[in-house]
């Protein structure tokens, strides 16, 4: 009998990680709220203004908030499967390691290590492959905004051997 009451009353619990979205988009409306307040109205010949799209945007959160957690409470989420954390931290790992190398070893090895890590991460184990492949396919890209575009991306040593 204590099983059957204890299975009652884990049902009934709402959903935590719903519930912590919505207080994260709830937030994130109090934010923009804020914000829009600070703008001010500014009126002039139209009553839309630069306050205007961002108030909509803030209400909207709020309406998601308030679904999130009304979704929560009835348990309308599905069930999650389990979250893997390996593969995450090779993604986080990858893009910590591209911002801390862009600045000096420019963009193609920067990025091809972000490539690696992903890879790594979707479970391609053979990084002495992915990369060079990586910063192969970067380099193409880098080549391709830098040259025939004229933009602006972090050159390394690889690069000023085009430049």
Known sequence: MSEAKTSTTATRRPDGA?????????????????????LGDVVGYSPVGPATVPKWIAFGLLGLAVWT????????????????????AWIIGGLAAQMLLLPTLGFSIATGVLF???????????????????????LAVWLVFALLLQLS??????????L
Not at 24 to 30: D, E, F, G, I, W
Not at 74 to 88: A, C, K, S
Not at 122 to 138: D, M, N, Y
Not at 153 to 162: D, I, M
Request: aromatic share 10%.
């Open 153 to 162: 991306l972090p050159a390394g040593p690889l690069e000023r051997l085009f």
């Open 116 to 138: 690696a890590a992903t890879a790594r991460a979707f479970g391609k184990r053979q990084l002495w492959i992915s990369l060079p492949v990586g910063i192969a396919i970067c």
């Open 18 to 38: 719903a519930l912590v979205i919505a207080l994260v988009l709830a937030a994130l409306a109090a934010l923009i709220f804020w914000d829009v307040d600070r």
């Open 69 to 88: 957690a009304v979704a929560a409470f009835r348990r309308d989420f599905p069930e999650r499967e389990h979250q893997e954390i390996g593969p995450v």
